[in-house]
């Protein structure tokens, strides 16, 4: 298995872009989890999907984020618009159910200038 | 919202000494995992401790759980450059379907 693919790796845009990030979770796990992390805060968890559907999606930071997971393959996280305070390494995770040990992708490193 | 808080923030030994990390908890779980990061890299599941067990060994990583104290460490023997990394705990409860994430220990092993 490749593990949890997610694209872009690098993502540069300019204050009021959309920016969306893409993530492929491990076939057959049915969690998946989207993080952020900063220097300043740490790794936060933003929303976690179980089997496709939103389970607690608190840790958004505001309305300017959204996720979807519209199958069991793909999910996405948007931005928009996009702001200077975003800038931040975004993970995508993916687990199979409890006791959630979580796989990890390599990450996509957004700056917003 | 973090639950777990490890220590020491950033820890620097030398290849072959041991190193040991604790991490620290508020509410009840189900278990207790622990993660390492390399710099720039996404983060590698080492060991999960369930709620019920008092230590783990994985290789050369020993893991110790008391539920009592809301505490866990992880002990790294015979460290090597290699294990120079950020660990992170991250604690599942036993309400919550999600897991929270330490700030981490920055271990540096100087060869």
């Known amino acids: 298995d490749a593990g949890v693919i997610q694209s872009p790796r690098h993502e540069v845009t300019e204050m009021g872009q959309e920016v969306t990030l893409r993530c492929k979770p491990i076939?057959?796990?049915?969690?998946l989890f989207w993080y952020r992390q900063t220097m300043m805060r740490g790794l936060e968890l933003l929303i976690y999907?179980?089997?496709?559907?939103?389970?607690?999606d608190s840790g958004m930071p505001e309305d300017r984020f959204s996720a979807k997971m519209p199958n069991a393959s793909f999910s996405t996280l948007k931005i928009q618009p996009s702001e200077p305070r975003d800038s931040a390494v975004y993970f995508c995770?993916?687990?199979?159910?409890?006791?959630?040990?979580?796989?990890f992708g390599p990450g996509t490193r957004l700056t917003v200038t | 919202s973090q639950q777990g808080e490890e220590d020491p923030q950033a820890l620097s030994i030398q290849e072959g000494e041991n190193a040991t990390m604790n991490c620290s908890y508020k509410?009840?779980?189900?278990?207790l995992q622990w993660y390492r990061q390399n710099s720039g890299r996404g983060l590698v599941h080492l060991i999960l401790?369930?709620?019920?067990?008092r230590e783990k060994h994985s290789g050369r990583l020993r893991v110790t759980l008391d539920t009592s104290k809301k505490s866990s460490s992880l002990l790294i023997t015979a460290s090597r450059a290699a294990d120079t990394a950020s660990y992170f705990c991250?604690?599942?409860?036993?309400?919550?379907?999600?897991?929270?994430f330490g700030a981490g220990t920055r271990l540096t092993v100087k060869p």
């Open positions: 509410t009840s779980i189900n278990n």
């Open positions: 401790i369930r709620s019920n067990e």
């Open positions: 076939s057959g796990h049915n969690s």
């Open positions: 999907f179980n089997n496709n559907v939103p389970i607690d």
């Open positions: 995770a993916s687990g199979p159910d409890k006791p959630w040990e979580q796989y």
């Open positions: 991250a604690t599942a409860s036993w309400n919550n379907n999600d897991m929270r």
